[in-house]
C-alpha cells in the first residue's frame, strides 16, 4: 500500500452536523487523532479515532481514519474489520476499496485483494495506484502477464509514477526482458534517485547485469 493511500486520512468523509454538540466532539477527536497520526503518534491516534466512533456511531469516515490507523501500526485484521464497516455504512467508495483490498494483499489473502481492487478500478478506472496494487497481486499469484498489463495501465494514467515504473522495470527483468526493464529502471530513477540503491540491493536485476539492451546501471 502506498504511503500517500494510508494517511489518515484527509479525504475520509466527516458528517457531524452543525450545532449537533455531539457531533461537534466527535469531529474534534476525529482531527486530533488525523494530526496524531500525522506525526506518527498512532496509538494516540487509533484512542482519538475510537472516541470519535463512540460518540457518533454512524460515520464511516471516523472508521475509515481508525482503519488506516490500525494499517499502519500493523493491525491488520483490526484495519479490515474498521474498513469493512467503513463500507457498509456508506456503501461502495472507491478509496476504502482500494485500500481494504491494499491490507488484503499485506496479508496475503490474494483472492479477497483483487476482488477489492477490482471493483476500485470498475468504479474508478482513472486511479493509477489500484492497478499498481493489483499488478503486485497478480505478480504474487504469478500471472505476470496480468501484472504487466496493470503496471503499464498505472502508468499510462500517471507517467510520473516512479513506484510503477520500478515495479514494471522487477517484472520485466524476471521474465527475461531486459531492454523493457532498463527503460522503466532508468525511468524510476530519474523520476526518485532512491531506486538506484534499492535495484542494486534486489536480486531481481542480476539476471539481466551486463546482458545487451541492460544499461541502468
Known sequence: MDDAERQPVEGAPVEAEAGNSTA?????YNTLGI??????????AIASFTQAIELDPQNPGYLYN???AYASEG?????????????????????????RGS????????????????????????????????????AQTGDMLAAIIDFS???????????????????????GRCDL????LKDAMQLQPAYKQVARATGDFDECRGKAGFTAF
Not at 75 to 99: F, V, W, Y
Not at 154 to 175: V, W
Open 24 to 28: 461537534a466532539e466527535a469531529n474534534r
Open 35 to 44: 494530526t496524531q497520526a500525522s506525526q506518527n503518534m498512532l496509538r494516540q
Open 66 to 68: 481508525r482503519g488506516i
Open 75 to 99: 493491525s491488520l485484521q483490526q484495519a479490515i474489520d474498521d474498513l469493512t464497516a467503513a463500507l457498509e455504512l456508506r456503501g461502495e467508495d472507491a478509496d476504502i476499496l482500494n485500500n
Open 103 to 138: 491490507i488484503y494483499a499485506m496479508m496475503g489473502n490474494w483472492d479477497a485483494a483483487l476482488a477489492d481492487l477490482t471493483r476500485c478500478i470498475e468504479l474508478n478506472p482513472n486511479q493509477p495506484e489500484p492497478y499498481n496494487s493489483r499488478a503486485a497481486v497478480y
Open 153 to 175: 495501465r498505472a502508468i499510462d494514467i500517471k507517467p510520473q509514477y516512479a513506484e510503477a515504473h520500478f515495479n514494471l522495470a522487477r517484472i520485466s527483468a524476471i521474465m
Open 181 to 184: 526493464a532498463s527503460a522503466h
